[in-house]
């Protein structure tokens, strides 16, 4: 993505603020960012919580230069979803980013995209993952920026924050990247590991993580 051009994203709505944050910087610098909280259906999604978010429709034959797959109890259902995985194909396969966060990762792994190709995973969804033939990064990371695959990973809503900040410094340059970590008190707590491709290793109490994915697995990563 090239920071002189007009850029559009595709976001969930945790990385949203983030994104309309760097869009608000670079529209001072008379760029643009055009940001979109898409769904097919477009109007009003409601979430299994209740919240209710307005979404622009969209359509499968648009195009952008970044879409991020949210996570969620909805990537389950999503997961199995042909339009939604034709589109990430679509992009990937046209050279263009794809990212994803806590169950928008299996919805990547899904679309098939992930092959061959080591990646990040919320540790609810590690086993899992695995089991169906994925290559989950061991340790876990908090995110991998993998530049050649154009593939961004990242391990669950802790991780919204730092790795949409390390995903922005790789995309947009460092002096943007500082300014979002400091605006929005992230630089304070994580410190320069949010300028690395490769996040920190999460420190997972074992009992508890075989417990959750126990219980909520394939709520998030349902079977075929």
Same mark, same amino acid.
């Given at each position: %993505? @090239?920071?002189?051009?007009?850029?559009?994203?595709?976001? #969930?709505?945790?990385?949203? %603020?983030?994104?309309? !944050?760097?869009?608000? =910087?670079?529209?001072?610098?008379?760029?643009?960012? *055009?940001?979109?909280?898409?769904?097919?259906?477009?109007?009003?999604?409601?979430?299994?919580?209740?919240?209710?978010?307005?979404?622009?429709?969209?359509?499968?034959?648009? /195009?952008?230069?970044?879409?991020?797959?949210?996570?969620?109890? $909805?990537?389950?259902?999503?997961? +199995?979803?042909?339009?939604?995985?034709?589109?990430?194909?679509?992009? +990937?396969?046209?050279?263009?980013?794809?990212? &994803? @966060?806590?169950?928008?990762?299996?919805?990547?792994?899904?679309?098939?995209?992930?092959?061959?190709?080591?990646?990040?995973?919320? !540790?609810?969804?590690?086993?899992?993952?695995?089991?169906? #033939? $994925? =290559?989950?990064?061991?340790?876990? /990371? &908090?995110?991998?920026?993998?530049? *050649?695959?154009?593939?961004?990973?990242? $391990?669950?809503?802790?991780?919204? +924050?730092?790795?949409?900040? !390390?995903?922005?410094? +790789?995309?947009?340059?460092?002096?943007? !990247?500082?300014?979002?970590?400091?605006?929005?008190?992230?630089?304070?707590?994580?410190?320069?590991?949010?300028?690395?491709? *490769?996040?920190?290793?999460?420190?997972?109490?074992?009992?508890?993580?075989?417990?959750?994915?126990? #219980? %909520?697995?394939?709520?998030?990563?349902?079977?075929?």
């Amino acid at each position: %993505m @090239n920071p002189k051009t007009r850029n559009q994203i595709m976001a #969930g709505v945790l990385v949203l %603020m983030f994104v309309v !944050a760097l869009a608000y =910087d670079l529209s001072q610098q008379d760029e643009t960012l *055009e940001v979109v909280l898409g769904s097919f259906e477009g109007g009003t999604v409601t979430t299994h919580m209740g919240a209710q978010l307005q979404t622009e429709q969209v359509s499968p034959e648009d /195009r952008y230069d970044l879409v991020y797959v949210p996570g969620g109890i $909805g990537g389950g259902a999503a997961s +199995h979803d042909p339009q939604i995985l034709d589109f990430i194909r679509a992009h +990937h396969d046209e050279d263009r980013w794809v990212a &994803a @966060n806590c169950a928008g990762v299996g919805v990547v792994f899904r679309s098939g995209i992930l092959d061959g190709t080591r990646f990040q995973a919320a !540790a609810v969804l590690g086993r899992r993952l695995k089991e169906l #033939g $994925g =290559d989950v990064a061991e340790p876990r /990371r &908090a995110w991998s920026v993998l530049p *050649e695959a154009k593939v961004f990973t990242a $391990g669950g809503a802790a991780t919204v +924050h730092p790795s949409t900040i !390390a995903l922005v410094n +790789h995309l947009f340059g460092e002096d943007r !990247a500082r300014a979002l970590a400091g605006t929005w008190d992230t630089l304070p707590l994580h410190g320069e590991s949010l300028f690395a491709l *490769e996040g920190p290793v999460s420190n997972d109490n074992a009992a508890f993580v075989e417990g959750l994915r126990d #219980g %909520m697995e394939k709520v998030f990563l349902p079977e075929n």
